[in-house]
Structure formats: C-alpha cells, structure tokens
C-alpha cells in the first residue's frame, strides 16, 4: 500500500474512534465508497476517495493521485445500513450517501455537558499525543490544542502556531493574539467566551532558522484537520471566522486571496463562515481603512449571532 494510502486509513479509524467515543451512529460517506466497501478485502482499492466526512477541495488534492475519482459516480444515493460489527461502531450504523463536496451536519444528538467534557479529553489526551508529522513532533515544544468555552457560540480558526504559542501551548497569546483579544472584546465578548483554534495543532518546523514562521503544508493541514473537525462538531458554535489566507485554504480550499474572499459569507460544516485579515496582518498594514475591513466583518459576525450593537461599534474606525 502506498504512504498516502496508510495515512488516510489512518486518519478514518482515528476519526471513527473519536465518533464511537461520543456515541455516534451516523456517519455520512459518499456511494462510491460505499461500493468500494464491498469489494473483497483482497481487491485493489486504487478508486478510494472519500471517507466518512467529505474533505475540503484543498485537502482532498493531497490524496487525489493516489485515490483519483471515478469516472461518472452517482451524485446521490439512498440510505445504506451496514452491520455495526464491520466498523465496530454501536449497534447498527446508518451510512448517509452525500453528493460530492456536500457536508451533513448535525445528524447526532448534542452531548451532555459530562460526556461533552469526557469526549473533549479524550480527544486533547489524543492531540497531544500525536507524532503523525515527525517533523513537527521532534521539533515542537507544545502540542497547541485549542482554548475557549467549549460551548461557545463563536469560533476563530487560525492556520498554526507561531513561537510563541509552541513556548505557551496555547494558539493566539503573542501580538496578534492581543490584538484578537481586543477586537473580541470590542463585540462585547471576553477570550473565555469564544473557542480559538488552528488548522494545524503544531508549530510548522523552521530548519536551520532561529526565528521566523513558515505556511503550512497541505500534507501537514490534511493530516492535523480531523482534530479541528471534532472540536467543531463537539462546540457546535454557529459562526465560525477563518483568520486569514491559510486558514481559508486550509477549510474551504480557496486560493484566491484573503482580499477578494473577506466580509463574504461560506458555510462549512453546515455552519457559517467569515473570511476575515488574520491580526498580524494588520500589525504589518496600520491603516484605518484595513482595521476597518476587518470590523465589518466583524459587524456582520455579531449580526449573524443576533448580538446588540451600540451605534459606538458600528462607527468604530469611521472617520467624523
């Protein structure tokens, strides 16, 4: 089997694991897995290309030549159930089919907040744990898992970590996390009130570079987004912001540059998603037009939430 073969099987029984863990039983894959599912187990599994949640176009690249779409698959296709003891899941399994690129959403019931809690440690405990990039692993201080309130509302993606996060173990504490820190204030909210995360989980190696970041990835950013998945689907928040280019890329695959995909409106996940500057950029770019790009978006956001806004917020950096 090839390499990408052995990280995407992987990847989905780590996946399954983490939704057995929960108490899952639905799980969405496409019709074309699910005939491939039925081949012997000796059969040539070259036409696999999807499993369990559909892939973001960016990620699903990283594993396209080694599992190529089949040529005139069906868009859809009725529910499917298959014995609980082949995926070794509760009780029986029912299989969604989904069309291509669709996501479905909220087919399981909300936790508890005790197995809410339990199912977040478990999946820290996991997280931080994990060595399936070496190079990150060996070079990494701290696994930077995610902060916040577990049941926020709101949620901020950012792309990885940067020296300072790797010293402290926690995303968006050096000047761009201040900077995050007051435009999450000026909403109205406080840092513990929403839930902040990356793409990637580790800071992206620098050899031979004592200071400075690097992008990371799309291997990198395939392997370490099923744990932001569960993080998603355990908040459950109903807006999500991607900070920046990377972390557009990383969610929805979009390359066209965070100027011409801010301020408009993406659903990922089945939840709403703002595109917005990530804070370091307007560390670098000081203008009041660009602060003020990014509090639109922001306006829009608290709109979205149906959160109060003053006639202060909604002047803030107009000039008089």
């Keep these: 089997m090839s390499g990408s073969y052995d990280d995407l099987l992987e990847a989905t029984i780590q996946h399954l694991e983490g939704l057995k863990s929960r108490g899952v039983r639905h799980v969405a894959v496409s019709a074309e897995t699910l005939r491939m599912l039925a081949l012997p187990v000796k059969a040539p599994i070259a036409n696999l290309r999807s499993y369990v949640q559909p892939t973001p176009p960016a990620i699903a690249r990283t594993v396209s030549s080694s599992f190529p779409r089949t040529p005139n698959a069906p868009d859809s296709a009725p529910i499917f159930r298959i014995p609980a003891t082949e995926l070794e899941l ?8 989904a069309r291509p690129g669709e996501v479905i959403s909220g087919r399981t019931p909300p936790l508890d907040s005790a197995a809410k809690a ?103 950013m395939a392997t370490c987004i099923p744990y932001l998945h569960e993080q998603i689907d355990l908040i459950r928040p109903q807006v999500l912001v991607a900070l920046g280019a990377t972390a557009v890329e990383g969610l929805l695959g979009k390359t066209l540059g965070i100027t011409k995909l801010r301020g408009t409106w993406n659903t990922y996940r089945g939840i709403p998603l703002m595109p917005t500057y990530h804070p370091a950029y307007l560390l670098r770019n000081q203008a009041m037009s660009e602060k003020r790009k990014v509090w639109e978006d922001m306006l829009a956001v608290m709109e979205k939430l149906a959160m109060p806004i003053s006639d202060k917020q909604r002047n803030f950096f107009l000039k008089g």
Aim: proline content about 6%.
């Design 90 to 97: 509760p009780k029986t399994v029912e299989i969604l089919a």
């Design 118 to 220: 339990a199912a977040f440690a478990a999946l820290r405990e996991r997280a931080l744990a994990c060595v399936k990039c070496a190079n990150l692993a060996s070079s990494r201080k701290n696994v930077v898992f995610g902060v916040g309130n577990p049941d926020a509302q709101l949620m901020f993606v950012g792309e990885a970590p940067g020296a300072d996060e790797d010293e402290q173990g926690e995303p968006f504490v050096g000047r761009a996390g201040e900077l995050l820190t007051k435009i999450i204030q000026a909403t109205g909210l406080q840092r513990g009130d929403v839930y902040i995360a990356n793409i990637l989980k580790c800071r992206p190696d620098t050899p031979g570079q004592s200071s400075g970041n690097r992008k990371p990835t799309a291997d990198e």
